[in-house]
T-cell receptor, first 116, second 108 residues
Framework: DAGVTQSPTHLIKTRGQQVTLRCSPKSGHDTVSWYQQALGQGPQFIFQ???????QRGNFPDRFSGHQFPNYSSELNVNALLLGDSALYLC???????????????FGNGTRLTVT | GIQVEQSPPDLILQEGANSTLRCNFS?????LQWFHQNPWGQLINLFYIPSGTKQNGRLSATTVATERYSLLYISSSQTTDSGVYFC??????????FGPGTSLSVIP
């Protein structure tokens, strides 16, 4: 049973460019959320997708956008990259949007983005 | 918004020692989870514990939701326990908030 998979594992981009990160949820999970983890800090919630719609959003600018596909996989897009966007981007999945009693979050291994 | 604090921020232990990590939160939460982030960045789910006590081998956790804190106990620590421990809480508005983490180093 595959867990949460993310691609690519590492990425180097230049300021002003755009990037797309991908996530496949754990089998049986239909809700995907994305997090940004800067060096030395805890993960920060970006947004959550359920039924192909953004359901919740953290304090991130519109440069951060996402998409969820019918097979529950998801993409995170970041436009006009800034140096401060350099971070580990984590994807998590759960079997229901409310992170219920029997459904803890399961995380992928992340994509480490470096913006130069 | 809700504030999540963790203590201590850093901890160095001799192999075999025991430790207690604490997570305080400022408002009511629906759920709480403890994670271990290894040196390669992977977040491992340790406990899903909105209330009560759970044990898994050398690790155990207790959450007292009414008093807004959770504790993670590590007994007989091993070098593989090194890394950062995070608690994460979910509020009634469906947003997940992580604490700043406790960085643990276990030395032989």
């Amino acid at each position: 049973d595959a867990g949460v998979t993310q691609s690519p594992t590492h990425l180097i981009k230049t300021r002003g460019q755009q990037v797309t990160l991908r996530c496949s949820p754990k089998s049986g999970h239909d809700t995907v959320s994305w997090y940004q983890q800067a060096l030395g800090q805890g993960p920060q919630f970006i947004f959550q997708y359920y039924e192909e719609e953004e359901r919740q959003r953290g304090n991130f600018p519109d440069r951060f956008s996402g998409h969820q596909f019918p097979n529950y996989s998801s993409e995170l897009n970041v436009n006009a990259l800034l140096l401060g966007d350099s971070a580990l981007y984590l994807c998590a999945s759960s079997p229901d949007r409310t992170w219920g009693i029997n459904s803890p979050l399961h995380f992928g291994n992340g994509t480490r983005l470096t913006v130069t | 918004g809700i504030q999540v604090e963790q203590s201590p921020p850093d901890l160095i232990l001799q192999e075999g020692a025991n430790s207690t990590l604490r997570c305080n939160f400022s408002d009511s939460v629906n759920n709480l989870q403890w994670f271990h982030q290894n040196p390669w960045g992977q977040l491992i789910n340790l406990f899903y514990i909105p209330s009560g006590t759970k044990q898994n081998g050398r690790l155990s956790a207790t959450t007292v939701a009414t008093e807004r804190y959770s504790l993670l106990y590590i007994s007989s620590s091993q070098t593989t326990d090194s890394g950062v421990y995070f608690c994460a809480v979910k509020t009634s508005y469906d947003k997940v908030i992580f604490g700043p983490g406790t960085s643990l180093s276990v030395i032989p």
